[in-house]
């Protein structure tokens, strides 16, 4: 029996430009959860301290896809599972690499579920926008305390000019066992985001964790970014909304309308019904 789950990348796909879920997608989703039984998840870059509030009007009851595969997240339990730790080896010999660029990131660990930001200092526009719009959130902390353990470490994020970011990369590109994704930050015209983790946390990993816990024999996504590549490519259909990167509409199965038509929700939507026409579901 063929089981489908759809999953959804959040900024510049399925939040709009104003940073949400508009009240169509919201209902449009909740009555495809609810009325038809459809599977929904989300694969994204943030932490769940921001989706926890992004998401907290959709009833989605399967665990979704945070820091671009670093954890599974349960919204219902408000827990992770399936955590990719760098471990201390690695960790420390990236920050060793790093030298005074660290203090152009945060780091983020996970202790007894809740994750943690740590900091040195907070320059640039990019860098104190991400922290004021974050700083508040119950599940998540920020804090310029030194790590203590190492092997809490699960991730990195660094917020700067295009410039820094590729002097960044090109310190860290050379260590094995790390992944890294670079991109212009849609929010903030003069930053570029550098994402770091280990090559087992990739949006694709968590697409294959998904699958194989939900048992779902059809994987179909949504994105806009280069961190959605790896997940297009491990994904049965891939759909690129209509203001994504040029690199993504390449690969993807079609071009759909833009985060700002509620353009996700509503593929899914008729998909969904497609699927159900000849059961008279919709």
Known sequence: MN?????????GTLLNSQRQVSKSSVQLINELIEEKNVHFSVATARTPATVEYLLKEIKVQEPIIVMNGV????LTKHEYSQVEYFGER?????ISHLGDWIKHGFIYTIHNHRITAHYDQLIGKGRINFYEERK?????KFT????TNYNEIIYFVF????????????????????GMVRYKDIYCNESYLLEVYTTKATKANGVEKLKSKGQ???VICFGDQLNDLNMFHEADEAYAVGNAAKEIKKVATAVIGTNDEDSVARFIYEHACHKDKEEEKC
Do not use: H, M, R, V
């Open 3 to 11: 089981k489908t789950i759809y999953i959804s990348d959040l900024d």
């Open 71 to 74: 954890a599974l997240y349960d």
């Open 90 to 94: 690695l960790a420390k010999e990236i």
């Open 136 to 140: 508040n959130l119950e599940y998540k």
């Open 144 to 147: 310029n305390d030194s790590i």
């Open 159 to 178: 917020i700067d000019t295009k410039e820094n970011i590729q002097a960044i990369y090109d310190l860290l590109e050379s260590i094995e066992g790390i």
């Open 216 to 218: 779902f024999t059809n």
